[in-house]
């Protein structure tokens, strides 16, 4: 009698395991499922909102807004970044022959911005296509006619939210402001940031429809 109830105790913990596996097998991608069951990847690797973001080395990097690899840090940006692949539609928010993004992006990074930027913040967002011959290699500073995506958020505007409402002359009200600038121009407010305070700056590859992109978001603290 005692082996009996054993046994059938046994079984049913094992068509309870099984139970348990099917239904993370049905209901989970196998990638998520490995990372389950065996911790997860560590390393430079992203898995936020289901982009997979590969760091690449912030030296790499730096010198396109005239920093050195001690004037930043990683925060925000990551998670801004995640933000940005998963609203990116190549098609019709990048530009074939510049490889840059076009004005069309304003209004999903206009989100991004409002997700991300606290009072008194600037940001910067700009997306590249690798080619294959590139993407192992160290990229290149940017040209000067170069655009990308620039932001702020103000307590010295107009009251606007990218250029919706706000009140006529006034200058000391809560605003978003963004637009497509140039690298010069990123440079420069970034060069104008608190003194002494680090730039939140995050710069991964990732894939898109077969093809291999680079991400780059920087955030900081504006002197106004």
Known sequence: MYTTMKRK????LALA???TAVTLTACTPLDALYDWFFGGGGGSASRGNGVNLVEVPKDQIVGWFGLGVDDVFTDKSRKALEEVVGKLNVATMMDADTNALNDTVKNDLNE?????LLLNNGMCID???LS?????AAPAIPG???KLYLAEYTDHGNGSTFGEGGELGAS???TYKSDLGYYASARANIGYRVRDSKVDLFAATFTKDGETYLGVVALWKSEW
């Open 9 to 12: 105790k046994f079984l049913a």
């Open 17 to 19: 395991g099984v139970m």
């Open 112 to 116: 991004v911005a409002k997700n991300q």
């Open 127 to 129: 997306v590249m296509k």
């Open 132 to 136: 294959p011959t590139s993407a192992d």
């Open 144 to 146: 000067d006619i170069r």
């Open 172 to 174: 000391s009200y809560r």
